[in-house]
């Protein structure tokens, strides 16, 4: 590690330079500073299969790795295995960047030559050895190429340190920071990082339209500082560099370099490897140097004049550096000749080298330094370059220099063996023929001086051993679950005896329970128990029954805003035998006389429906034709809404020939009108229309007549050949009919009209066979698999597009069950909070059925709320409700009553957060289930890992089966006989997966010109390159409307004139469409694969130019426009009211922009009605409210009158004020009336009373009043922070289409109903990803509504556009599954449940049946040794027995089991007496604790749970602070203390186990680099006893990766607090996260600390949100949510204490509940 102190030491001249710069370093500096405080900590690369292009600052790589903690100066080959193994984890989490190294950054390394030789190394290593894209060819940031490059490739972000090594690269990365924000690069920070196994965190600081400002204003003063500070740098290069090498210049000395590499060159004509040659190259050059060092040192000696006695022995005589080169030479022959599993056996010296080798170790940094860098000019010499990054091994030179320097003086004489001293011989040979000035001394002996070039120091050699190394060994355990799961690996680990003392000290919480009165083994109520029940069911108070009522009415109400579906009454019909309706269908039984006479009845009312339904046509039919006649677009829907109402198929044709015929009329008057102008289309779509309609839907019922006016039709349009095949007729030869034929003519063919004026029109294959199990509608092929999947109680997977209609299987689900029994019980599992009350709204709405008392249909189970969860059929929840649920001993009886659990949005599987509940739910369930998503790109292997599981249960049930049946007891067996007989389930996982969208989507940019919003059409083909389509084709899921497949088409004929299949490939000319009278969808997406696989074709045959030219023709033009994009969002919202494509969702990232642009649209439309206003308008209004206040002052007059005088008032008096009252009323609310086109409202779309129980739900809401002033103009916003009521009403409002813009985060993303006819992404993010963009995108276009969704582009970057389209969906990947508090949950499971086998078997379908170890033997041994760390660490704690049974605080620490390790460390506090110690009263007998002791429980407590880190840096800035204080405290000193020694012993524990699990590692991995794969095997020299007594310690090195070994990391150093991960073997698959460890200080790679957010303590003090927002730099949603969180954790130890504990005036208790009450009232204040 490079000491960062010393180095600014070293530069302290170069400090006084900055005298010379303008004060931007400083403001530069303090706005990096600033936004730190604000950097979201996220995950870099979300959901895409590949990330968005990113670039790493190959410096701040270098400078971040450098000064890892566990890397020692010198060693080179463990610096790059820490750089490759960086790199390697984010490529396999799917990055895809590029390094930059700028040739201005090496300035910053010349005060550390060492650095230079090294940077120079790894860029070599990186383009020679890797496939990594690397940069060197820019000078500086601020050049003009950089700027070019960046605007084209357009990267996302930039990963950069936020420190250098010194201040000028301090400076320099500054410099990089502020032209990256100047250029819309975001900035990542090397400082903070962490993973896990699929995702990588960072600090991430987007780039503002403020911060290129800020670039833009300071430009100027920005580019003469970086130039001057460059030029200081140079001036400080060569003055180092004078020091040293006198008269000679940095070109003379590149010059002498390249000099001896001639030379060599001619010595080895055949080439070397790159380490031999660089060894023999810097010692000579150094000897040269050296020599002439010293002449010059004598030189000044003797010009100058003496003056007192001069100091002996400063400087090395040539001799000792002769010595010191020799025995170099024989370590870099140590390299070549030794594997690595040898070297990384080395003793390691910790003797640091005199102070004398400093100016030779510099020497020769710069010698190695020229060498390197001038070795490609000869690049026709032959060097291996393979071993670059071994290139210097100081700690094995220390090694052998004490050898030589004290064991071989002593004299222990070791031979080095015949290969390595015939090696070292050529190599010393080399260097003296090299070295031409003066003789250099023989090979040997090695040391001829007496100089000692090692310090003396007491302990020279580092100790490795194993004796502060706890016991190897487990703690043995006697419990099923244990032998069951781990038993095939039990015999082969090390166990220790009952008599080790760590077994017999094993701690027990006895002790504590008597000392206090506290009963820890009680157990505790769950989260079920805890969570605030809406309703007290029991109760039968008159207010309480009416809140339900007006619960019960509003939740129907917002289940019929979801969807128009009237309730069904279900009765109870019991289990249907399987049948298949096909089946069923076409077997044929004899009619009975009751069938005749009911197929009778039904003629009977047909006829009479028939008869209805003429009438009603009659009626209506002359009306509609006028409308028609009079506006032929009104009269057409007019004719649609009959035509959706009507039941009889010969009255519609009736009315389609009506429409046709108006069609026709309206398209010729049309034709006569415009002459010889460009013709409107849309009345020709609207005929073609009524032709296939009729043609598709009614062709068995049309007679001649009627075919004959469809081929007219044709005819006019100029379809004559589609006429003449409909209905023949005499061929026109009349030139003036021709003439009147072409007038009316659309001038294209049939097809091409078709695909391109009518493509969302085309009819959908569907078929017209009715399915019984269906009333609603007739369902497609693949929803009818799904019903036969819920009729066989099957599982599946089911991946179909947003809005297809997957859903209706979870509600015929829901239904079979209803109908079976009272007692079966459905579970909805949902991602969000938000989809939960869309659920239960659209359950309750739907099915209505007459229970048991106590019983209801629909209940609910979030964390916030519950209703009626455990007394309902349907069961709607959230994925961590549902696991305390299955989880929950004593809840196994409800568990059995469950028939089939849906799980909507199962990717969440591979989500960023509680992605492995989603696997814990799907293993531990026994019923079969439904798993729908529309973004899985794996869907083969989730469905083959939930068969396992299936096969799993199968086995468990088959035995628990036979176990029952064996049994005596008659009742017991009849009882699960029961159980198992109403399920009957089958445990086939069947996968159905439907790819095609109803609706088409089309895409469009929008680009700001000239201060106008434009939009342009965006061809998907835009998307693609001929390298992506020839290495992946077109991707699966990019779709084509039918206009796109022309648009292809036509582009693809005029870039190749001569294209042979252009004929073939003709619209008109496809077989599929040739004298096609109805085009249908199907058709046209067999045309479109056709074009895509000719296109493909172009690529791969060779005509990749034209392929390219035609993608060119079909990208828009971008227009970046440089100004604040969102200050044009309200004109965005009114040019889509403006092209009717509202209502609209505008999807932005960040809650400020998702609030602020829904203000802004609303203060627009404000504006522009003050703009219509008369002048005096305002003065009218006063006028108006004054006079109304008077006539309702003396109407209230009047009135009081009366009722005191008792005497009747004159009537006409009260009449005439009432009568005044009202007009007045009238025009004052005609007055401030909102005009129709400054309001994006429908008003018809909801009735005002309801519209007044929407908003009366929001009365008492934080944001209530302006989302009520937003809705009533039509505007809403959605996102996390805001409370369910809220949510609700822009839901709810939007859906009815009151609402019709809504600004949203991805809340919205996951299932939430809400349709809209447009889509916009108005803010570019991390967070949108391929995922959320296929989840955002499908809202776009109603079914039943709209053909056509459109998806709009707005501020995002095209590059982003092309990713976002052309990206596959992310694979799911399992995550590290296990945890210590899973784990003693699962153990409270297995021993406490209330059928004991049942809750084993869940807690070993768990611990089996994860998805990360599927097929994967290595991990699941792995996860087996981590379950019995855990078992090891519970019991240690006291947590559970050596039986598995729990014991202690178990309840406590599972009941936490959200905030691992701090629910460990608190439970910690606990026993050890610690809060007793700190909650005392005010005074003895008190009740009362002081606000210091509250303040001290909350400092304990912020730095437990909700930890928020800030960024090292952050903690330079010079930033005043109003409320809050920002940075959090210490604890306090005996909870340090206690914390420590429990981090220590759990450090110990962890140690011992990385060592057992060690085993696992793939060795020959390991002595790989991770990224290059270069390995460093070899023979183990068994001839050199010099490299057997060097190399021997191969004890206490077993967890520890034999890279970092060469540093001196030894097992040992695993027990040191936050030792970095690298050190560990990477290829068992555990590293410190797993560790239940909770350090007091977190420290980045460069080991800085990185300080802990004091908002929940600062809060507490001030309790103002707006100072945690501005002072603590969280935003106020998120700043909401994470109070909130913590507030429920401490109300959450204040009950679990309280039923604990039965002394009633226990001061913990008493002080927590105080704490809960408090926190909470202040946070009920916000």
Known sequence: MINISQLRLETHTAARMEEHYTGILEEMSQLILLNMSRAQYSSLFNDFIESEFFLIDGDSLLVTSVCEESLKPGQSLHFFYLVERYLLDVISKGGHFAIVFFKDAEYAYFSVPELLTLRTALIMHLQKNTDIDVWTEFSGCLSEEWSFTLSQSCPYFLILADEGLNNQQTHLFNFLIIQSWATKVNIVLFSGQTSDIIRLYAYFMQSSYSKQLFFKQFERVIMIDYKTLIQQMEKYRDLDLTTLFGDLTFNNMVEKACETMSLLKQLWPEGSDIRRVLCVTSCSLLLEMYHCFLDNREKKASQQTCK??????????????????????????????????????????????????????????????????????????????????????????????????????????????????????????????????????????????????????????????????????????????????????????????????????????????????????????????????????????????????????????????????????????????????????????????????????????????????????????????????????????????????????????????????????????????????????????????????????????????????????????????????????????????????NKYSVGIGPARFQLKYMGHHLIREERKDPDPRVQDFIPDTWQRELLNVVDNNESAVIVAPTSSGKTYASYYCMEKVLRESDEGVVV????????????????????TKILPAGQVVCGVFTRDYRQDALNCQVLVTVPACFEILLLAPHRQSWVKRIRYVIFDEVHCLGGEIGAEIWEHLLVMIRCPFLALSATISNPEHLTEWLQSVKKYWEKVDSAMEKTTFSKKNAASRGNHHKDQGQARQSYEVRLVIYRERYNDLEKHVCSVRQGE????????????????????????????????????????????????????????????????????????????????????????????????????????????????????????????????????????????????????????????????????????????????????????????????????????????????????????????????????????????????????????????PLLKSLARRGIGFHHSAMSAEEKQLVEMLFRKGFIRVVTATGTLALGVNMPCESVVFAQNSVYLDALNFRQMSGRAGRRGQDLLGDVYFFNIPPFKIEKLIKSKVPELRGQFPLSISLILRLMLLASKADDPEDGK????????????????????????????????????????????????????????????????????????????????????????????????????????????????????????????????????????????????????????????????????????????????????????????????????????????????????????????????????????????????????????KLPLNAYALDFYKHGSLEAITHDNGIHYGTAYQVLKDFSLTIKSISVSLRELCENEEDNVVLAFEQLSESFSEKFGKV
């Open 308 to 741: 007192g006695k001069q100091e002996q022995g400063s400087c090395l005589t040539l001799k000792d550096v002769e010595d010191f080169c020799k025995l170099h030479c024989l370590s870099v022959v140590f390299q070549l000749h030794l594997p690595l599993s040898r070297r990384a056996c080395s003793r390691f010296i910790t003797s640091g080298w005199i102070e004398a080798l400093k100016t030779v170790f510099k020497m020769k940094q710069w010698c190695e330094y020229f060498i390197l860098s001038n070795v490609h000019m000869f690049e026709f010499w032959s060097l291996d370059l393979l071993h670059l990054s071994d290139l210097r091994d100081v700690p094995l030179l220390k090694n052998i220099a004490f050898y030589y320097e004290n064991e071989n003086a002593e004299g222990l004489d070791l031979n080095i063996g015949d290969a390595i001293k015939k090696d070292y011989v050529h190599l010393w040979d080399t260097v003296s023929k090299l070295v031409e000035n003066f003789e250099v001394g023989n090979a040997f002996p090695l040391r001829t001086t007496e100089c000692h070039f090692l310090k003396k120091t007491p302990s020279p050699v580092k100790e490795s051993s194993q004796k502060k190394m706890p016991n190897l060994g487990f703690i043995p355990m006697s419990c099923a679950l244990v032998d069951e799961f781990t038993g095939d690996i039990l015999r082969d680990l090390p166990f220790l005896k009952s008599d080790d003392p760590i077994v017999s000290s094993l701690v027990k919480h006895k002790e504590f329970d008597e000392l206090v009165h506290w009963h820890s083994h009680r157990p505790l109520s769950d989260d079920y128990d805890r969570t605030k029940a809406n309703f007290n069911e029991r109760t039968r108070d008159p207010d309480y029954l009416r809140s339900v009522q007006k619960y019960h009415v509003f939740q129907r109400f917002y289940g019929n805003s979801l969807e128009s579906v009237s309730s069904k009454i279900i009765t109870t019909q019991g289990a249907k035998p399987k049948n298949d309706c096909s089946k069923s269908r076409s077997t044929k039984t004899r009619e009975t006389k009751a069938d005749i006479i009911a197929r009778e009845n039904k003629k009977r009312l047909t006829a009479k429906e028939e008869q209805r339904e003429e009438e009603k046509w009659k009626t209506l039919s002359s009306s509609i034709e006028k409308e028609m006649k009079r506006n032929l677009s009104s009269g057409l829907k007019k004719l649609e809404e009959f035509l959706k109402s009507c039941k009889s198929n010969s009255v519609k044709v009736q009315a389609e020939k009506v429409g046709l015929m108006a069609c026709l009329t309206a398209w010729k008057e049309h034709c006569r009108a415009e002459g010889e102008t460009t013709k409107d289309f849309s009345i020709a779509v609207d005929m073609m229309k009524r032709i296939h309609s009729l043609l598709d839907k009614y062709s068995e019922l049309l007679q001649e007549a009627d075919r004959k006016l469809i081929a007219r039709c044709l005819t006019c349009l100029g379809f004559v050949e589609l006429a003449s095949s409909l209905y023949p007729t005499q061929n026109e030869t009349d030139d003036i009919k021709m003439k009147e034929k």
């Open 828 to 847: 909805y599992v949902s991602p969000t909070k938000a989809l939960v009350n869309q659920v239960a709204a659209t359950v309750q709405n739907r099915y």
């Open 1013 to 1264: 919003v434009c939009f342009d059409h965006f061809h998907p083909c835009a998307a693609l390159t001929t390298d992506h389509i020839e290495k992946h084709g077109f991707p699966s899921d990019l779709a084509f409307s039918p206009r796109e497949s022309i648009q292809l088409y036509d582009a693809m004929l005029q870039v190749w004139k001569s294209w042979p299949q252009a004929q073939n490939l003709c619209p008109e000319n496809f077989p599929l469409f040739k004298n096609k009278l109805v085009i249908k969808k199907m058709d046209v997406r067999k045309y479109e694969e056709s074009l895509k696989e000719e296109f493909t074709n172009w690529v791969k045959n060779g005509n990749q130019e034209q392929a390219r030219m035609v993608l060119q023709k079909l990208s828009p033009d971008f227009h970046d426009h440089s100004g604040r994009m969102l200050a044009f969002f309200p004109h965005l919202v009114e040019k889509l009211r403006e092209m009717d494509k509202l209502p609209a969702l505008f999807f932005l990232f960040n809650l400020f922009s998702v609030e602020e642009c829904a203000k802004d649209t609303w203060k627009f439309l404000r504006k522009k009605q003050e703009k219509k206003k008369p002048p005096n308008a305002d003065k009218e209004v006063d006028i108006m409210i004054n006079k109304l206040q008077k006539v309702e002052k003396s109407l209230k007059k009047q009135k009081t009158i009366d009722e005191k005088s008792q005497k009747p008032s004159r009537l006409d008096q009260i009449i005439m004020y009432e009568a005044e009252h009202n007009q007045l009323l009238k025009n004052l609310e005609k007055n401030l009336e909102i005009p129709e086109d400054c309001s994006y409202a429908d008003k018809k779309a909801i009735d005002t009373e309801s519209l007044q129980m929407v908003f009366s739900r929001v009365k008492f809401q934080r944001q209530g």
């Open 1401 to 1648: 078997a869940k807690a070993l379908s768990v611990l089996r049946h994860s998805l990360l170890s599927f097929k994967c033997p290595r991990v699941t041994d792995m996860l087996k040794l981590y379950f019995l760390y855990s078992l090891q660490f519970l019991v240690k704690e006291g947590h559970i027995d050596q039986e598995g049974n729990p014991t202690g605080f178990a309840g406590l620490v599972s009941h936490l089991h959200y905030h691992e390790p701090s629910n460990l460390v608190f439970v910690s506090f606990l026993v050890r007496g610690l809060f007793h110690n700190l909650c005392q009263p005010t005074h003895e007998g008190s009740k009362c604790f002081s606000e210091d002791v509250m303040e001290k429980l909350v400092l304990v407590l912020a730095n437990l749970f909700g930890r928020r880190y800030i960024p090292a840096k952050f903690q330079d800035a010079n930033i005043k602070f109003y409320q809050s204080k920002v940075f959090l405290e210490d604890l306090p000193e005996d909870f340090s203390e206690a914390l420590l020694e429990y981090n220590t012993q759990v450090t110990e524990d962890f140690a011992a186990f990385l060592r057992i699990v060690s085993q696992m590692a793939d060795m020959k991995q390991e002595y790989q680099l991770p990224l290059s794969k270069i390995e460093f095997t070899g023979k183990e020299c068994e001839d050199s006893p010099l490299v057997s007594h060097l190399m021997s310690c191969r004890e206490g090195r077993m967890a520890v990766s034999p890279f970092a070994c060469l540093s001196g990391n030894f097992d040992v150093d695993l027990l040191h607090p936050e030792v970095s991960d690298n050190v560990i073997l990477h290829t068992i698959g555990i590293d410190h996260i797993q560790a239940p460890v909770l350090w007091p200080h977190r420290f980045d790679s460069t080991g800085r």
